[in-house]
C-alpha cells in the first residue's frame, strides 16, 4: 500500500477537441418547481470554457471543437449537475437542478469546527494548493465559505464548502473557480483525496507579466501528468523525456527480522547500549526508518505500447499490473529543488509511482484529460506537484507534443 504523499488524484473530466466547432445552447431550471434557474455556473471541467444561465435560465456556449466533456451546472442552493458529454450528445441540452434540503444542510453545518480555518487552513492550502513556489503566490480569496470536521477516531480531516472556490493564481495568471464535491485527508495512513470541478479564466495583465505567466505555465507543464498522458497518448515518452518503468513492492522483510531484535536491547540510564555495539544499534535505526515494502522495479524502460491500446480514433486505453515508476529526466537541479519550496528531495530526476485502483483501465485522450482519474493513485513526484497551484486547464497548449 501507498503511505505518506499519496494522492488519489482530482480533477475531473475535460474536453478531448477534435475538429469541428460547436455551440452549445440549453436551459436551466429548478426541478421541482418547474422555474428557470438564473446566475448559474454551466461550464466543461477543468477548461477556460464557461458561461453564466440568464433570467430565463437559457445558456450558450462556443467550443472549438465537439469532443469528450464533464458539463458542471452549479449554482448555491442546488446539488451540483454533471452530464458526460461526447460527439454523440446534442447540441441542445435542458437541466434540471436539485434543491439542497436545507434542514439537512443546516444540521450539517452545525457538525463543522468553529474556527476551523484557523487551525486546519494550513493543511488545507498545503494539501490543496500545495507547496510550491507557485504555491506562495495562490490565494483562496472566500475562505471563509470552507468547513472542517475531524474525525478523531479515524484521524481524518473533512473539508466541505457549499460554494464555489475563488482562487488566485498569481504565478500562473489564472482565476479557478473551483467547485469542491469532496476533500479528505486521513493522517494515519497518509491518504488525499479531494475531487472536484474547476473552470480557469486567465489574468488580463502586461505584455510583460503575460510573457512572464507564459514561461511559467510551461516550466509547470513540463514533467507533469498532463505532459506524461500527453506523450503516452502520441507514443513520444522517450522524445518527451519520460522514462516508464514496471515496479512491485515486497515486503521489507531485513526490517521484520531486526523489530524484535531491537526491543530487546537493553542501554543504560543515559542511552548507552549493552548488549549490543553502537554499530549494531545505527544499523537498526536505519533499517526500521525504511518502508515496510520495497521497490522491485524493472531495469528495461517500457514503450507507450506496453501499456496502452488504441480504443477508437480519439482515445486510448491505460493498463498496466501492479506499480509503474515514471521518471522525468529534466527537471533537475537548484531551480527546479527551488521550484519545490527550497527541498532537495527532487535534485535528481523527479519520479512517481502510479497505480490503477480495483485494475480498472484508464480511458485516455490526446489533451492528456483520462477517465475515470479517482481511478488512478500517485505517489512521489506527483503526489506533491499535482495540486491547484500548478495545474493547467486541458486546453493549455504547449511547444511539448
Given at each position: 500500500?501507498?503511505?505518506?504523499?499519496?494522492?488519489?488524484?482530482?480533477?475531473?473530466?475535460?474536453?478531448?477537441?477534435?475538429?469541428?466547432?460547436?455551440?452549445?445552447?440549453?436551459?436551466?431550471?429548478?426541478?421541482?418547481?418547474?422555474?428557470?434557474?438564473?446566475?448559474?455556473?454551466?461550464?466543461?471541467?477543468?477548461?477556460?470554457?464557461?458561461?453564466?444561465?440568464?433570467?430565463?435560465?437559457?445558456?450558450?456556449?462556443?467550443?472549438?471543437?465537439?469532443?469528450?466533456?464533464?458539463?458542471?451546472?452549479?449554482?448555491?442552493?442546488?446539488?451540483?449537475?454533471?452530464?458526460?458529454?461526447?460527439?454523440?450528445?446534442?447540441?441542445?441540452?435542458?437541466?434540471?437542478?436539485?434543491?439542497?434540503?436545507?434542514?439537512?444542510?443546516?444540521?450539517?453545518?452545525?457538525?463543522?469546527?468553529?474556527?476551523?480555518?484557523?487551525?486546519?487552513?494550513?493543511?488545507?492550502?498545503?494539501?490543496?494548493?500545495?507547496?510550491?513556489?507557485?504555491?506562495?503566490?495562490?490565494?483562496?480569496?472566500?475562505?471563509?465559505?470552507?468547513?472542517?470536521?475531524?474525525?478523531?477516531?479515524?484521524?481524518?480531516?473533512?473539508?466541505?464548502?457549499?460554494?464555489?472556490?475563488?482562487?488566485?493564481?498569481?504565478?500562473?495568471?489564472?482565476?479557478?473557480?473551483?467547485?469542491?464535491?469532496?476533500?479528505?485527508?486521513?493522517?494515519?495512513?497518509?491518504?488525499?483525496?479531494?475531487?472536484?470541478?474547476?473552470?480557469?479564466?486567465?489574468?488580463?495583465?502586461?505584455?510583460?507579466?503575460?510573457?512572464?505567466?507564459?514561461?511559467?505555465?510551461?516550466?509547470?507543464?513540463?514533467?507533469?501528468l498532463m505532459h506524461f498522458m500527453r506523450s503516452l497518448y502520441g507514443k513520444r515518452l522517450l522524445e518527451n523525456n519520460f522514462r516508464m518503468y514496471r515496479m512491485s513492492l515486497v515486503p521489507n522483510e531485513e526490517k521484520q527480522r531486526i523489530k524484535p531484535l531491537y526491543k530487546q536491547i537493553q542501554f543504560t540510564p543515559d542511552g548507552k547500549p549493552v548488549t549490543v555495539s553502537y554499530d549494531s544499534v545505527f544499523y537498526y535505526n536505519q533499517i526500521l526508518?525504511?518502508?515496510?515494502?520495497?521497490?522491485?522495479?524493472?531495469?528495461?524502460?517500457?514503450?507507450?505500447?506496453?501499456?496502452?491500446?488504441?480504443?477508437?480514433?480519439?482515445?486510448?486505453?491505460?493498463?498496466?499490473?501492479?506499480?509503474?515508476?515514471?521518471?522525468?529526466?529534466?527537471?533537475?537541479?537548484?531551480?527546479?529543488?527551488?521550484?519545490?519550496?527550497?527541498?532537495?528531495?527532487?535534485?535528481?530526476?523527479?519520479?512517481?509511482?502510479?497505480?490503477?485502483?480495483?485494475?480498472?483501465?484508464?480511458?485516455?485522450?490526446?489533451?492528456?484529460?483520462?477517465?475515470?482519474?479517482?481511478?488512478?493513485?500517485?505517489?512521489?513526484?506527483?503526489?506533491?506537484?499535482?495540486?491547484?497551484?500548478?495545474?493547467?486547464?486541458?486546453?493549455?497548449?504547449?511547444?511539448?507534443?
Amino acid at each position: 500500500m501507498f503511505r505518506a504523499g499519496v494522492v488519489l488524484l482530482v480533477c475531473f473530466l475535460s474536453p478531448l477537441f477534435l475538429k469541428a466547432q460547436v455551440v452549445y445552447r440549453g436551459t436551466v431550471s429548478d426541478k421541482e418547481s418547474g422555474r428557470p434557474v438564473q446566475a448559474a455556473s454551466v461550464f466543461f471541467s477543468n477548461t477556460s470554457y464557461g458561461a453564466t444561465s440568464k433570467a430565463d435560465g437559457s445558456f450558450r456556449l462556443n467550443l472549438p471543437a465537439r469532443g469528450v466533456y464533464d458539463m458542471v451546472v452549479a449554482v448555491v442552493g442546488y446539488e451540483t449537475f454533471t452530464l458526460h458529454v461526447t460527439p454523440a450528445t446534442p447540441d441542445t441540452i435542458r437541466v434540471q437542478l436539485q434543491p439542497k434540503v436545507k434542514e439537512l444542510e443546516a444540521i450539517v453545518l452545525q457538525s463543522f469546527e468553529k474556527d476551523g480555518w484557523k487551525k486546519w487552513g494550513k493543511t488545507f492550502s498545503e494539501s490543496f494548493l500545495g507547496r510550491t513556489g507557485n504555491a506562495l503566490d495562490c490565494e483562496i480569496v472566500n475562505y471563509q465559505d470552507i468547513r472542517f470536521r475531524y474525525d478523531n477516531a479515524k484521524r481524518e480531516l473533512i473539508a466541505i464548502a457549499y460554494k464555489p472556490l475563488i482562487i488566485q493564481n498569481r504565478a500562473l495568471g489564472y482565476t479557478i473557480q473551483y467547485q469542491m464535491e469532496q476533500f479528505s485527508f486521513n493522517f494515519r495512513q497518509g491518504y488525499l483525496l479531494y475531487t472536484g470541478y474547476p473552470l480557469f479564466e486567465e489574468m488580463q495583465s502586461s505584455d510583460r507579466q503575460m510573457k512572464k505567466w507564459a514561461r511559467k505555465r510551461e516550466q509547470a507543464y513540463w514533467g507533469s501528468l498532463m505532459h506524461f498522458m500527453r506523450s503516452l497518448y502520441g507514443k513520444r515518452l522517450l522524445e518527451n523525456n519520460f522514462r516508464m518503468y514496471r515496479m512491485s513492492l515486497v515486503p521489507n522483510e531485513e526490517k521484520q527480522r531486526i523489530k524484535p531484535l531491537y526491543k530487546q536491547i537493553q542501554f543504560t540510564p543515559d542511552g548507552k547500549p549493552v548488549t549490543v555495539s553502537y554499530d549494531s544499534v545505527f544499523y537498526y535505526n536505519q533499517i526500521l526508518k525504511q518502508s515496510d515494502e520495497l521497490e522491485m522495479v524493472e531495469q528495461t524502460a517500457l514503450s507507450a505500447d506496453s501499456v496502452s491500446y488504441p480504443i477508437d480514433g480519439a482515445t486510448i486505453g491505460m493498463k498496466f499490473d501492479e506499480y509503474l515508476k515514471v521518471e522525468y529526466t529534466v527537471k533537475k537541479g537548484a531551480a527546479f529543488a527551488e521550484q519545490m519550496s527550497g527541498t532537495t528531495q527532487w535534485r535528481a530526476n523527479p519520479t512517481s509511482n502510479i497505480k490503477l485502483m480495483n485494475n480498472e483501465p484508464l480511458r485516455v485522450n490526446s489533451n492528456g484529460a483520462f477517465y475515470n482519474p479517482i481511478n488512478l493513485v500517485t505517489s512521489g513526484y506527483w503526489s506533491q506537484s499535482e495540486k491547484m497551484a500548478n495545474m493547467l486547464p486541458f486546453d493549455y497548449q504547449s511547444s511539448y507534443k
